[in-house]
Each structure stands twice: as structure tokens, then as C-alpha cells.
């Protein structure tokens, strides 16, 4: 999905959201004839500046000093990513991340107020909204969202969609109006989206940052494990 000018705003995030147009920017992975070629790189990146604090909390799985790290910039409402996660990301996990060959870690790249209240949700703990949640329990939800993307991410009442999901994590009502007014959260995200876009050159989702290059597109599971194995 391309990246378009917009501006999140809380007042957007709780107003009910109009669906959101998915653009289909980007190929998604190679075709079966070709998976286990090399995805071609779109660019460099300095993983050091890359792996800097930024202004969230890293949502990372697996081990720190793995051989390979992937940096997955990502929006909510791309069904490209949806492609990935549904498709690839847990073969992924259970083949590299767990085995301690790889380090995933998952960045907001927000294209919508929709996307960008997900995220939000995904960031707080369910019971406690003014706590975030910890990469055990945002993995799942990113997860859960993913999987129910369709049900959620076009239905005509954004907020009332997302509040059903959010349930199924955890969330009352309260806490989820609570996640949804944390203004400086909403402003982290942001500010995620934009040093992405600024500083790496993240245009489209899904991004991944991998071991100094840029790819941008949803992989196969073939064409990620050779690009991982390929590292190793």
C-alpha cells in the first residue's frame, strides 16, 4: 500500500471512521515459479540509526544478538500486510524467530485514522490502557486484527467494529475509549510513521528492513526463508 498525506487526529479515531479505500499498490510476492528467488532490494539502510529508539517502546520478538533482524513497517487497514500475516509470519516465527536465527520487530506506518486506532489498541494494555502492553500480548492482537482485517477495517461503523474486536483482547468500553483519548500515544505512532517515511525511506507497507537493505512488498514464505537463509 502507498503512503498518502494524512493527518491522524483523535477527533478522527472516535468519530466513526468512514471505510477506508485499500490501494493495492504493490505485487504481492513472487509467483510460485519463481518463489525461491531473492527479493530484490529496494535500497540501503544503516541498521544501527535503523535500531535507535525511536519514540515507541520496540515491539520485538525473538533474540536480541539473532543474526538476522527484520524491521517490518506496517498499517493496520494494508491488505498486503494482511497477506504476510495471515500467510508467511508464523511460518517465519516458528522456523527462524524461535529457533534464535531471527529478530522481528513490527513498527506503525498508519495510512488511516482506522489503521492508526488499531495500532493504538494494540499498543495498550487491555486492563490497565494507561500501561502498554508488552510484546506478548501485541503480537496476538496484531494478529487477531489481521485475521478479521475484512470484518473490521471496511465495516461502516469503524469505532463500533474496532470496540467488538478490542473485546475479544480484553478491552471494556472503557478502556477502550481510555486507549483511544491517550493523545500523546496517538502522537508516538505518528511520530513512528513519519521517521520511517523520513529517515529510511518508507513509502509503501509492508517495508521490511532487513540485515542493511530495504524490500518493500508482502514475501512468501519461500521468498522470505531464502532471503533469511541466504543471511545466515
Known amino acids: 500500500m502507498k503512503k498518502t498525506e494524512v ?19 504493490l505485487p504481492l510476492a513472487a509467483t510460485e515459479a519463481f518463489a525461491q528467488e531473492l527479493p530484490e532490494a529496494q535500497g540501503d ?22 543474526p538476522v533482524t527484520i524491521v517490518e513497517y506496517m498499517s493496520m487497514t494494508c491488505p498486503h500486510c494482511a497477506t504476510f500475516h495471515n500467510n508467511t509470519f508464523d511460518e517465519i516465527k516458528k522456523n527462524y ?18 489503521a492508526a486506532a488499531a495500532f493504538m489498541l494494540a499498543r495498550c494494555n487491555p486492563t490497565k490502557p494507561e500501561e502498554a502492553s508488552t510484546p506478548a ?16 477495517a471496511g465495516a461502516q461503523d469503524g469505532r463500533a467494529a474496532l470496540l467488538q474486536m478490542s473485546k475479544l483482547a480484553g478491552f471494556s468500553q472503557e478502556t477502550f475509549q481510555a486507549c483511544l483519548t491517550n493523545q500523546k500515544l496517538l502522537d508516538d ?6 521517521r520511517g517515511a523520513d529517515e529510511f525511506g518508507v513509502n509503501s507497507t509492508p517495508t ?10 508482502a514475501m512468501s514464505v519461500e521468498s522470505m526463508s531464502a532471503l533469511i537463509d541466504s543471511l545466515l
Do not use: C, H
Open 45 to 66: 539502510v544503516d541498521m544501527a540509526e535503523v535500531l535507535k529508539p525511536g519514540p515507541l517502546p520496540e515491539m520485538a520478538i525473538g533474540e536480541e544478538n539473532a
Open 189 to 194: 505512532v505518528n511520530a513512528t510513521m513519519k
Open 137 to 152: 500480548q501485541y503480537f496476538p492482537m496484531v494478529s487477531m486484527l489481521m485475521k478479521q482485517q475484512e470484518a473490521w
Open 97 to 114: 524467530v524461535d529457533t534464535g536465527k531471527v529478530r522481528f520487530i513490527i513498527r506503525e506506518f498508519p495510512f488511516d485514522p482506522r
Open 208 to 217: 521490511f528492513l532487513i540485515n542493511g537493505k530495504r524490500y518493500a512488498g
Open 7 to 25: 493527518t491522524l487526529t483523535r477527533r478522527a479515531l472516535l468519530g466513526g471512521v468512514a471505510a477506508t479505500a485499500l490501494v493495492l499498490a
